[in-house]
């Protein structure tokens, strides 16, 4: 079947632009979470939510960053005013569990490579 | 601020060889201890884990061993081929639904 999605794959910004990443995820997954990987780094953890709710966004590194996932399937990685910092390869997951056992069981996307300039 | 220290950075083996990748972890939520693969432009995906239950665990080449009291736990990877080039990831649960990643270790196995 399918796996998880993400549009763009790439994409590049100018200083100062916004920017919004897509994440389709496999179907009827409850869990979708969001990481960001900078170069030659592991995956940070950013936001998690179960189906609509926004459970933790304790890794959003500033206020410019938003996500949404209005009907607990798609969901949007919103960055607004983008920064050179903010270049980095940006993740999604997602799980057909919800709680303890999301950890579990994550099936990541391809990512989508935001470069700003 | 929750860390796991992977070791080494990168990582060079002869094909046939024994791959040894090595990770510390400091106080986590509990004991799982997953190993991500990931390939060049795709997102990392699990290969193996371990639970508390016990101290190894194998699949096929993969072998996790789980060290509790020095908390550290490590992939061997056995026979390793040129298709297990990739960089590797060790992580830890930081809470019921956070994990945290180490910084990755880059495998490259010579033909």
Known sequence: GAGVSQSPRYKVAKRGQDVALRCDPISGHVSLFWYQQALGQGPEFLTYFQNEAQLDKSGLPSDRFFAERPEGSVSTLKIQRTQQEDSAVYLCASSPTNGLATIYEQYFGPGTRLTVT | ?111
């Open chain 2, 1 to 111: 601020q929750q860390q796991v220290k992977q070791s080494p950075q990168s990582l060079i083996v002869q094909k046939g060889g024994i791959s040894i990748i090595n990770c510390a972890y400091e106080n986590t939520a509990f004991d799982y201890f997953p190993w991500y693969q990931q390939f060049p432009g795709k997102g990392p995906a699990l290969l193996i884990a371990i639970r508390p239950d016990v101290s190894e665990k194998k699949e096929g080449r993969f072998t996790i061993s789980f060290n509790k009291s020095a908390k550290q736990f490590s992939l061997h990877i056995m026979d390793s081929q040129p298709g297990d080039s990739a960089t590797y990831f060790c992580a830890a649960p930081l809470t019921d639904d956070k994990i945290i990643f180490g910084k990755g270790t880059r495998l490259h196995i010579l033909p």
